[in-house]
T-cell receptor, first 112, second 109 residues
């Protein structure tokens, strides 16, 4: 099993460009999450999807949108990238909310 | 929401030493997860521990029901234990994980 797969692994954008980060899990999990990790900090929740067909805001949702395409896939979109969104983005999944979360390898995003 | 503080922020050990990492909370928590982020940035779930004590090889995690802290013990540390250890917890009716800032561990041979 691949677990949680994120694409791309690295990306450089110019300010104002748009981009979609992809995430897929093969563990048949119901809940999926997007986090960002900034230097010296823990992870902060951007958006989550408790189950297929639902999405909700986390701690830091501004500037992002998400789509739960199906049970397996949960994408994160930056409509107009800003330098403050330079970060490492992690996708995670769990069987249900508050259950053990399993993470992808991350996407390192730089915005110039 | 709850505040999660981890201590110490940095820890340097010689191979073979034991260590205790602590996770403090501003309020009572429902469950706790410990993660290890290796030097390549991958996050591995070490423990999901709503209550009690769990052990996985040289690592063990404990809860103390009446206290607002949790502990992670690493015994006979190895260089492969290096990285950042994060605790994350849910509290009350909010089922999303709140992360601490991490403890950065370096184990030298």
């Amino acid at each position: 099993n691949a677990g949680v797969t994120q694409t791309p692994k690295f990306q450089v954008l110019k300010t104002g460009q748009s981009m979609t980060l992809q995430c897929a899990q093969d563990m048949n999990h119901n809940s999926m999450y997007w986090y960002r990790q900034d230097p010296g900090m823990g992870l902060r929740l951007i958006y989550y999807s408790a189950s297929e067909g639902t999405t909700d805001k986390g701690e830091v949702p501004n500037g992002y949108n998400v789509s739960r395409l199906n049970k397996r896939e949960f994408s994160l979109r930056l409509e107009s990238a800003a330098p403050s969104q330079t970060s490492v983005y992690f996708c995670a999944s769990s069987d249900h909310e508050a259950q053990p979360q399993h993470f992808g390898d991350g996407t390192r995003l730089s915005i110039l | 929401g709850i505040q999660v503080e981890q201590s110490p922020p940095d820890l340097i050990l010689q191979e073979g030493a034991n260590s205790t990492l602590r996770c403090n909370f501003s309020d009572s928590v429902n469950n706790l997860q410990w993660f290890h982020q290796n030097p390549w940035g991958q996050l591995i779930n070490l423990f999901y521990i709503p209550s009690g004590t769990k052990q996985n090889g040289r690592l063990s995690a404990t809860t103390v029901a009446t206290e607002r802290y949790r502990l992670l013990y690493i015994s006979s540390s190895q260089t492969t234990d290096s990285g950042v250890y994060f605790c994350a917890a849910t509290s009350g009716g909010y089922n999303k994980l709140i992360f601490g800032a991490g403890t950065r561990l370096a184990v030298h041979p």
